[in-house]
């Protein structure tokens, strides 16, 4: 016959049971919630984060939920501002504005400032998603709407949520990170089919190139997959094309 307590003591937690060994708290959430005395890594705990990144959710949903219809352009925050490329990022974001799109970006430096900066200057709404990197300070001064996240993750649900295409200014990791991001869910269907414009084509050429030659060669990708891509050198053409693919989603809603 056993002697052990079917019943072991018990504490609740919030939804949360802790029994036997693990019940001997001497303090409660309350008391830790209205003491400020005592340790504060309790702020650095997983249980606290999810507080944090359902935060940034709300408070992204919350500042973008009324913005137009936009477009995400992506670029190197490495760009110097006598670079021909920032002057392009300049002429996109006006372009985009006459359009009647309001623009979004990372909120960095380099390309995307020249692309807030063209949106701007051009009357349209400039929006930057920025991110807590230890290398970059802040949002540029061209953006108009800005939120700040800790969660990348949270950071690009934002601009997959409220765009209606992606162009991408030549750029490092996080500009081909975020297009391979957008290429996966359009691919899969997770999201409505919405254009992807490499613009430059003597950057993205070789890319382009090794889709085609290696990847679609070995069977990775299909044809249709390889149409999600627009390459181009030309403003006017890179404008056309998220116009076309806007229309074209207005006319099957």
Request: proline residues 5%.
């Amino acid at each position: 016959m056993t002697t052990e307590d079917p019943h072991p003591r018990e504490k609740q937690r919030g939804p949360v049971t802790l029994r036997r060994g693990r019940s001997d708290e001497e303090t409660t959430t309350d008391q830790r919630l209205l003491d400020s005395r005592g340790p504060s890594d309790w702020v650095h705990t997983d249980p606290w984060r999810v507080l944090r990144i359902q935060a940034e959710f709300v408070e992204g949903f919350g500042a973008l939920a009324e913005v137009p219809r936009a477009v995400t352009v992506f670029g190197s925050a490495r760009t110097k501002r006598e670079d021909p490329e920032y002057g392009t990022g300049r002429k996109i974001g006006a372009a985009l504005a006459a359009a009647g799109f309001a623009t979004i970006t990372g909120g960095g430096p380099g390309t995307m400032e020249a692309v807030n900066r063209g949106a701007s200057e051009a009357g349209g709404l400039s929006v930057g998603l920025g991110i807590e990197l230890p290398f970059e300070q802040g949002l540029n001064p061209w953006v108009d709407l800005g939120v700040n996240f800790r969660y990348f993750f949270a950071r690009k649900t934002m601009f997959i949520k409220y765009s209606q295409a992606f162009i991408c200014l030549p750029g490092g990791f996080g500009t081909l990170d975020e297009l391979f991001e957008a290429l996966t869910l359009v691919q899969t269907k997770k999201v409505t089919k919405f254009p992807v414009v490499l613009f430059g084509r003597d950057y993205w050429s070789g890319l382009y190139d090794w889709l085609c030659d290696s990847v679609h060669a070995a069977g990775k990708i299909g044809e249709k997959d390889l149409a999600l891509l627009h390459l181009t050198d030309d403003v006017d053409d890179a404008v056309r094309v998220v116009e076309e693919a806007y229309q074209a989603w207005i006319d099957t809603h």
